[in-house]
């Protein structure tokens, strides 16, 4: 199935993002993960592409090994780094002979090592570049690519920001799918302003479950997210005991997604990290419109 199938029309998406692993153990734990998962009838499971393509050739692999294993429609991740034009379309030439169908076409983050993103010598600098070389040459894919309701760090502004969001659905994109984030004002009125700016394609919410405060700190550090001070607060609460961590996590995410859904969603995009746990309770907790 095409991502631009799985929204609207009476459907309601749901997914989620793995990483490959790097151990065997990290292996057992991540299938016994989509074992559990798998009861939500997830309409994809997306494998990330790995920080500087370090995991460009296991991406396919292992997106290739859950469809089969599991069934279900798997999505790869696509990144312009280190990368030319030719590698990219190697890359995608052998993600088609696989059988996969939609990519996650992404600027990327910079290698390890690097402060900033540098264009490669014969490759590409932008994600809309990305979505309108995988349009043009392999038009049989689906794509999604990401959107920021609290603003990609490096834009000058929120506005030049949604314009390079709008570029990239322009370019050929099927569907948004946010970065993570804690306040749904913040996407909310990412939402209005993506409206208004004439952008039609579905707009779906990240979301990543609190296990742990410390990581998701670090995570949110990262991406430019914040956490809102009453939800800091009540897991500080807990800074020793990480169960109750988890439960705080779990139970802000489960208002955090049903007052979401009360707001007409076409789907939402879970970050479960390689485990089931904690969006297992989630979803068990929501009334999805499925």
């Known amino acids: 199935m095409k991502i631009a199938d799985m929204y609207g029309k009476g459907k309601f998406g749901l997914s989620f993002e793995i990483f490959p692993p790097k151990s065997d153990a990290g292996e057992a734990q991540l299938l016994a993960a989509l074992d559990a998962l798998m009861v939500f009838q997830p309409s994809f499971v997306s494998c990330t592409y790995g920080a500087g393509g370090s995991t460009r050739d296991k991406t396919l692999e292992l997106t290739v090994r859950i469809s089969k294993a ?48 540098k264009k490669p010598e014969g490759g590409l600098a932008y994600a ?4 309108a070389l995988i349009r043009q040459e392999f038009p049989h894919f689906g794509i999604a690519v990401a959107g920021y309701p609290e603003t990609h760090q490096e834009a000058p502004s929120r506005e030049v920001d949604l ?65 809102p001070a009453p939800f800091l607060a009540d897991l500080q609460q807990y800074r020793d005991d990480p169960n109750r961590q988890l439960d705080v996590g779990v139970q802000y995410t489960i208002r955090q997604c049903q007052a979401l859904l009360d707001t007409g969603i076409p789907g939402l995009h879970f970050y479960v990290l390689n485990k089931a746990e904690a969006p297992c309770r989630i979803l068990q907790a929501l009334k999805l419109p499925r």
């Not at 279900?72 to 169908?101: F, M, N, P, Y």
């Not at 809309?128 to 979505?131: K, R, T």
Request: proline letters at 4%; glycine letters at 8%; one cysteine or more.
């Open 70 to 117: 599991f069934g279900v429609t798997t999505v790869a991740h696509r990144t312009c780094v280190e990368s030319t034009q030719d590698e990219i379309r190697q890359w995608l030439k052998k993600a088609s002979d696989l059988g996969i169908d939609n990519i996650v076409a992404l600027r990327g983050d910079p290698p390890k090592g690097q402060a900033a993103f």
């Open 128 to 131: 809309n570049e990305l979505v």
């Open 163 to 227: 314009a390079n969001l709008k570029r990239k659905v322009e370019a050929g994109a099927d569907a948004v799918i946010t970065q993570l984030f804690y306040d749904n004002a913040d996407f909310l009125e990412f939402r209005t302003r993506y409206d208004k700016a004439g952008i039609v394609v579905p707009l779906i919410p990240g979301i990543l479950p609190v296990i742990n405060m410390g990581q998701v700190q670090r995570i949110a550090t990262l991406c430019g997210a914040k956490l």
